[in-house]
């Protein structure tokens, strides 16, 4: 019912901004926890960010003072500010949202492609 849809991704030179978005819909109600993971090639998938409804915040300490992550509590939306993005950062980056009310299977989007390249 809960469908995500992400926009924002693209190439971008190494040291530049990218933002990420994401919106939610298919629920009226507000989503306990929106944010973004990531995942490379031959990787594992690893989180990114998260905030919760209540404004609490996880960040991987790869992104820490990087990235910076925001919700829209009353639209269900969450974005991913980028700023000094370096080659490692390359990856497919999926909105994630979690709800008590869904026990403990989260929704993702269909992922964007992040490349930061030269």
């Known amino acids: 019912q809960v469908h995500l849809v992400e926009s924002g991704g693209g190439l971008v030179q190494p040291g530049g901004s990218l933002r990420l978005s994401c919106a939610a819909s298919g629920t009226m109600f507000s989503i306990d926890a929106m944010g973004w993971y990531r995942q490379a090639p031959g990787n594992e998938r690893e989180l990114v960010a998260v905030?919760?409804?209540?404004?609490?915040?996880t960040y991987a300490d790869a992104v820490k003072g990087r990235f910076t992550i925001s919700r829209d509590n009353a639209k269900n939306a969450v974005d991913l500010q980028m700023h000094s993005l370096k080659p490692e950062d390359t990856a497919v980056y999926y909105c994630?949202?979690?709800?008590?009310?869904?026990?403990?299977?989260?929704?993702w989007g269909q992922g964007t492609q992040v490349t930061v390249s030269s």
């Open positions: 994630y949202a979690q709800n008590p009310d869904w026990g403990q299977q989260p929704r």
């Open positions: 905030i919760t409804r209540s404004g609490w915040i």
